[in-house]
């Protein structure tokens, strides 16, 4: 009997087998769509990063020719330091992400690092030197283990040990039924969005990159979890020039330079004070865009009674 079942149980194996590589497949086919856009030019050299000091010059960019979405950017990232993006859905922010991380070249005007054209440098340079830490990251259907050390598959365990440590996610892993052996993703152990952010935090802290991308969770977070991620994101980014999309008042609080954007332009730049100072009276004239939304986010933390706490910042 069992030897009839074999080739039954075997076939199931497989099918399941190719059901898994062919979800993942699709997963990874997802991320390589975004990337045709853009070639190396014949015999691109490598980034060589000195410091890490981001220059947009002017950059605008159109989707498909149709929409403008971004209209005449320029900001500089000065190298270790943090730029904060904030505005309304739709006013292209994380198209800014887009363009750093190579997925587009701008349409018109250029990006640079430390000097150099991104448009002329080799991609896999730009992504080895650029960390991006994703919203909601996707994790491989394989242990915790393997999941941060996708980041730097050269990294020992003590280093991914190390690593999940600073991103505040190593209490948590050895909480779980198997420790680091524990299988996640969609078919094992599901993270929260709080706990996937922090075991992304924690790869980028493994891949060690001069440069952070920084998509903020948009979810509300508990108290500790709150904490946590910060715990992590300032060791992720201390010394690192790091471009944030900021949803949350602590990450913009302590940006060391805020880009309100608005229309696929800057509309107001500042610091936190600054750009403060500049609100209020001045909203007739079509300023304060940033008074206004803070404003407005005060209100929300009150009627939720939410844990941020702005005597703390001030
Ligand atoms: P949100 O805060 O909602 O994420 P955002 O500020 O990041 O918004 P972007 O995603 O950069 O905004 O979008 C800027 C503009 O470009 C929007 O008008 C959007 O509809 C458009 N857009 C974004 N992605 C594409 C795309 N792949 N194809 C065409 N248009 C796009």
Redesign the pocket.
Known sequence: ISQLYAPLHWFGTYYRMIQTNFIDMEKMLDLFK?QQTVKDIPGAPDLIIKEGNIVFDNVTFT??N?????NGISFTAPAGKSVA?V????????????LLFRFYDPTTGSISIDGQNIRNVSQSSLRHNVGVVPQDCVLFNDTIMYNLQYGDINASKEDVYEAAKAAQIHEKIISFPDGYETKVGERGLRLSTGEKQRVAIGRTILKNPPIILLDEA?SSLDTLTERQIQQALANVTKDRTTVV?A?RLSTIINADLILV?KD?RVAESGTHEELLKQGGESNSNGQGIYWEMWQKQLREDNDTDSTTTLGENK
Do not use: C, F, N
């Open positions: 975004e989707y498909d149709r929409q403008t979405a971004l993006l505005g309304p859905s739709g006013s292209g922010k994380s198209t800014i992400m887009r948009t999309v949803h954007i696929g």
